[in-house]
């Protein structure tokens, strides 16, 4: 809605310009606002057209602003780490479901590294000997561990022995970042408490 008025604002500025161009040059008898106002070079259209482009512009201002602020609101908590942005939790520890559902109403996922560069960015930002709940699992299917935000086949750097589930453990659905000589990928129980990392797409 917002990008939508803004829009609005800047064509109807454009708008009025052209047609105060037009009345510079004696081409236009009436204004695009009024048809039973005379539009000419004189300086009452010309202050006419000023005003109204003026007006213009300002509901575009604000649309803008209002716009700035809903981004700046949707963002609070998020740090842009490499191209993309992310919230760590660091304090509070929850299950997978409940991590999942706090990014939910953040605006976002459950984070998912795309490679193993952005893997590195994230780890460089985590406190270590911690864990961290990410957006993988193989809730699905025993075998496919996918992203939870688009349900394609995730990129994965387990630890050593892991996944878990291969050596017995088949109960470990949900996967985190787990420390210990370094950060590596874990399978572990979904209703384990733990801290956790979301993501924005923008």
Same mark, same amino acid.
């Given at each position: ?33 009024n ?19 003026? /007006? ?31 919230? *760590? ?14 990014? /939910?109403?953040?605006?976002?996922f459950?984070? +998912? ?8 960015? *994230? ?7 911690q ?18 935000? +688009? ?45 956790? *990392? ?5």
């Amino acid at each position: 809605m917002l990008k939508v008025t803004l829009l609005l604002g800047i064509l109807s500025a454009f708008y009025m310009q052209e047609y105060l161009v037009a009345a510079l040059n004696g081409e236009a008898s009436t204004s695009p606002n009024n048809k039973d106002r005379p539009v000419g070079p004189g300086l009452e259209s010309i202050r006419f057209l000023l005003d109204a482009v003026q /007006r213009s512009l300002l509901l575009a201002k604000t649309a803008c602003n209002a716009s700035e602020e809903s981004l700046e609101k949707h963002f609070q908590g998020f740090e842009k780490i490499g191209s993309r942005y992310f919230f *760590i939790e660091h304090d509070h520890e929850v299950n997978w479901w409940a991590a999942s559902n706090i990014c /939910r109403q953040k605006g976002g996922f459950l984070a +998912t590294p795309r490679n193993l560069e952005e893997l590195n960015q *994230i780890i460089a930002k985590l406190v270590n000997k911690q864990r961290y709940w990410v957006g993988i699992n193989n809730l699905g299917e025993d075998d496919k561990y996918v992203s939870q935000a +688009t349900g394609l086949p995730a990129y994965l750097k387990w630890g050593t022995g892991q996944p878990s589930r291969v050596y017995g453990n088949a109960a470990e659905h949900c996967v985190e970042l787990k420390s210990e000589d370094g950060f590596y990928m874990n399978d572990k129980l979904c209703e384990n408490k733990t801290k956790y *990392i979301c993501e924005l797409d923008y």
